[in-house]
C-alpha cells in the first residue's frame, strides 16, 4: 500500500510554491493556462497568485457579451478575488454595407457586427444595463473600487503574448475578431450630442444603488474631453437609490472638462494683472451640488483637462469658501443665487489636483481650509500665471518663476502636517489674450517631480524643492507660444498604483 502511495503520489507536490511561482512569471498568458489545465496541484498552489494578477482588478464594457461573462464570473468561485471593477465607454461602430462586394463572407461580416451594435443600442436604449450590472455587483462580496475609463491603459503585466500591449475591455477583443470596429472614448458615436462617459458614470452608480452595495471608491479617468458640469446634473427625486452611494464614497477622482465656449484666464490687456475675475461659478454648479453629497470624502482628486479659463479658478475658490455656520443655508448668504453651499469635507486627508490653470489665491486658500486634517497633496501638470514684471528688468537676469514664491508660502500655512507630498510637472502661463502659451518650470536636476513621504515635509521642500526651481522660460516677450498645450503627456495611468495602494492600507 505504501509503495502504490509513494507511485501515485504527485512529484510537484514537493516544490515550493515560491519556486513554481518563480517559473510561472516567465509563461506567456496562454502557457500558463494550459499548465493550469494540466496538474490540479499545480492549479492548487497558483491558484491565489494567478487570480491576484488576472481578476484583482477587471475591465469590462457595456455590452449584452461583456456583462453577461461579468455575471458568470459573479456567479463563480472568482467572486470573491474582483476588488476593481473597470468599466470602459468602449463602443461598437455600425458597419455600413459595401454593394460593390457584397460576397458570403462579407455578408456574414455585416450582419454579425450589426448584430453585435444592435445589441449593445437595445441594451443601453432600454437601461438594461443598470440591472445587468447591479446583478453581477451583489455578488462581488470584496468590491472596493469602480473606474470609468474612456482610454485602454498600458498592460503592466509582463507576459508577452498577443495582443496584451494595452489593457482592453472584456468582449472588445471578441468584437474585433468579428469583423466589427471598436472605438473608446469619452463621446458618443452614435449621438454627436451625448457625453457617453456621463451614461456608463451615471449606469454605474445606478447599479451601485440598485444592488444596495457600498464601495469605498469611484474614479473617472480620462485622457481628453471628458465629463463637463452638465454630466454631473443630479435629481434625487427620480433616482434617490444614488444618494446613499454617494455618500458612502472615500475616495473620489474625477476628470472635468470645461466648455468649449469659456473665456482665457487673462482676458485683460496686461497678462501678469494679478485681479483674475471670479464671476463664472455657474459653470461648474451642479459639480458643485454633486460634490456636497459626499460628505465621507477623504481622498479627492480633481483633474480639468481644457483647464484654461476662469471656470477652473473658479472652482477652486468655492471649494476654499470657509464654513461660517452650522446651518448649510446660512453659507448661502455670501454665494451669487442658486449656488450650492460651501463644502466641509471635514474627513479629507489626501488632495489631488491635476492639469489645471490657477490662481494662486485661490490655490493657496484651498490647501489652506483643508490643512488641519491634510496628509497628502498632490500638485501635478498646474500651471500659475507668470510673476508681474519688475519695473525695471536688469538684462540677463534670469526670471524667477511663479512657483519659487508659491511654494515658499505653501510651508507657512498653519497646521499643515503633510505625511505625503508630490510636485510634478509645474508649469506657468502666460500670453496676451487669446495669445496664450504654457510653459514648463523645470527643477535644475532635470528630475520631472518632486516627492516626499515622511514626518518633515517642509525641511525637504526647504532643502529639495525650492533651491532646484528652475528659472522661467518666458522671455519679455510672453506671447511665445511654440509649447503644446495638450494634455496627452500626462498620464492618469501614473497615479494607478498609489491609488491602489491606498485603498488596500484602507482594508
Not at 515560491?18 to 490540479?40: A, F, G, H, N, V
Not at 472568482?78 to 476588488?83: F, P, S, V, Y
Not at 455618500?247 to 494679478?274: C, E, I, K, N, Y
Not at 464671476?279 to 458643485?288: G, K, S, T
Request: aromatic share 8%; with cysteine; net charge negative.
Amino acid at each position: 500500500m505504501d509503495s502504490l502511495t509513494s507511485q501515485t503520489a504527485c512529484p510537484i507536490k514537493a516544490i515550493p510554491v515560491e519556486i513554481l511561482l518563480t517559473i510561472t512569471q516567465y509563461l506567456t498568458t496562454p502557457e500558463l493556462c494550459s499548465l493550469r489545465l494540466s496538474c490540479k496541484v499545480i492549479e492548487d498552489s497558483i491558484w491565489n497568485s494567478f487570480t491576484e494578477e488576472f481578476f484583482s482588478s477587471k475591465q469590462f464594457m457595456l455590452s449584452p457579451f461583456s456583462l453577461h461573462a461579468l455575471i458568470r464570473i459573479s456567479q463563480s468561485r472568482l467572486a470573491d478575488k474582483i476588488r476593481c471593477l473597470q468599466i470602459g465607454t468602449d463602443q461598437i461602430l455600425p458597419l455600413e454595407p459595401n454593394r460593390a462586394d457584397m460576397t458570403s463572407a462579407s455578408l456574414d461580416r455585416y450582419l454579425q457586427v450589426n448584430n453585435l451594435y444592435a445589441a449593445q443600442v437595445m441594451l443601453l436604449r432600454t437601461g438594461k444595463q443598470v440591472k445587468l450590472l447591479a446583478q453581477a455587483m451583489r455578488n462581488l462580496p470584496n468590491l472596493v473600487k469602480v473606474v470609468v475609463r474612456d482610454f485602454n491603459s498600458a498592460n503592466k503585466r509582463r507576459r508577452c503574448s498577443v495582443n496584451t500591449s494595452i489593457r482592453r475591455s472584456y468582449g472588445a477583443t471578441t468584437s474585433e475578431m468579428a469583423g466589427a470596429e471598436v472605438s473608446i472614448g469619452a463621446w458618443s458615436i452614435w449621438a454627436n450630442t451625448d457625453n457617453f462617459t456621463a451614461t456608463v458614470f451615471y449606469s454605474v452608480l445606478s447599479a451601485l444603488g440598485e444592488a444596495e452595495v457600498s464601495v469605498k471608491a469611484i474614479e473617472h479617468l480620462s485622457k481628453g474631453k471628458s465629463m463637463n458640469d452638465d454630466s454631473f446634473a443630479l435629481d434625487l427625486t427620480i433616482s434617490p437609490e444614488i444618494l446613499p452611494v454617494l455618500r458612502g464614497f472615500q475616495m473620489f477622482h474625477v476628470s472635468l472638462t470645461l466648455r468649449g465656449d469659456t473665456a482665457p484666464l487673462w482676458a485683460s490687456s496686461d497678462p501678469t494683472d494679478p485681479n483674475i475675475k471670479q464671476d463664472n461659478f455657474y459653470h461648474y454648479r451642479h459639480f458643485m451640488a454633486f460634490l456636497q453629497h459626499m460628505p465621507n470624502l477623504r481622498s479627492l482628486r480633481i483633474n480639468v483637462h481644457n483647464g484654461d479659463s476662469a471656470e477652473a479658478s473658479s472652482l477652486l475658490k468655492w471649494l476654499s469658501l470657509p464654513i461660517l455656520a452650522k446651518d448649510p443655508h446660512a453659507n448661502l448668504n455670501s454665494l451669487p443665487p442658486g449656488l450650492p453651499s460651501p463644502v466641509n469635507l471635514e474627513k479629507l486627508e489626501a488632495l489631488s489636483l491635476g492639469f489645471i490653470t490657477a490662481e494662486p489665491k485661490s490655490l493657496f486658500s484651498v490647501i489652506a481650509k483643508f490643512a488641519p486634517r491634510l496628509r497628502k497633496l498632490e500638485l501635478w501638470k498646474v500651471s500659475l500665471p507668470l510673476l508681474p514684471r519688475p519695473p525695471t528688468p536688469s538684462p540677463g537676469d534670469p526670471k524667477t518663476s511663479a512657483w519659487e514664491p508659491f511654494i515658499k508660502r505653501l510651508i507657512t500655512i498653519p497646521h499643515l502636517h503633510l505625511e505625503e507630498i508630490m510636485i510634478g510637472c509645474m508649469q506657468e502661463r502666460g500670453g496676451f489674450l487669446i495669445r496664450l502659451s504654457r510653459r514648463p518650470v523645470l527643477f535644475t536636476d532635470k528630475q520631472a517631480a518632486k516627492h516626499y513621504k515622511g514626518t518633515d515635509w517642509k525641511t525637504f521642500v526647504e532643502k529639495n524643492v525650492i533651491p532646484l526651481i528652475g528659472p522661467s522660460l518666458f522671455q519679455d516677450d510672453a506671447s511665445d507660444n511654440n509649447s503644446s498645450d495638450s494634455d496627452e503627456s500626462m498620464d492618469e495611468e501614473a497615479h494607478e498604483d498609489s491609488e491602489e495602494e491606498d485603498l488596500e492600507d484602507d482594508e
